[in-house]
């Protein structure tokens, strides 16, 4: 009889600790991601200079602009999306060509790895939106939450702006083949 009350004691406590994880799990889980990730549209200006459009709609950060006069790249003329988390985006760009590329950067990737215009060189999304770091055109752009970084200076996300970067010292102009 004793035998029985003590596997009945240790079941329900075996219930009890998986009732909370799968609680605790989820609640962790949503937090993680409830944000959304950041989308980064790159993209090429009807006078053939490099862009990219970054968004993420949680925090409403829309079409920021990021061009690179002077500079001249094949890789936006390349066909296709391509995202991270193999999710399409649709980019509403007015004076920009298509096709365009697009990512979302929802899951992790080992970097450093490969976009058009240059690499991606940081890129934690523990927790979305996550840090994401580029080096673009020998320009460092940073993608935080709270702030837009650009070659180590901050500036505040302000919507629908569009930030012009001049060729970066040392660097020579990308020609297209």
């Known amino acids: 009889m004793k035998r029985e009350g003590q596997a ?19 609640t962790i889980e949503y937090q993680r991601i409830r944000k959304g990730p950041w ?5 090429q200006s009807t006078a053939g200079a490099p862009a990219i459009i970054i968004a993420q709609p ?8 990021i061009s690179f006069p002077g500079e001249l790249s094949s890789a936006a003329s390349a066909a296709g999306t391509v ?5 399409a985006l649709k980019s509403p760009a007015s004076n920009y060509q298509s096709p365009v590329t697009a990512f979302v950067f929802a899951e992790p990737r080992p970097v ?14 523990t ?16 993608l935080l939450p709270r702030a837009l970084i650009i070659d180590r200076a901050e500036h505040r996300w302000q919507a629908n702006t569009t930030i012009t970067l001049p060729r970066a010292a040392g ?4 020609t297209k083949p």
Do not use: S
């Open 8 to 26: 009945k004691h240790f079941i329900l406590a075996i219930l009890f600790a998986l009732v909370g994880y799968i609680v605790l799990y989820q």
């Open 39 to 43: 989308q980064v549209t790159f993209n």
């Open 58 to 65: 949680w925090l409403a950060i829309t079409n920021v602009r």
């Open 83 to 87: 995202a991270v988390d193999h999710t």
């Open 112 to 125: 450093p790895y490969e976009v058009p215009f240059g690499k991606c060189i940081f890129m934690d999304t």
């Open 127 to 142: 927790f979305l939106p996550g840090t994401i770091t580029f080096e673009l055109f020998g320009h460092e752009i940073e």
């Open 171 to 174: 660097t020579l102009p990308q």
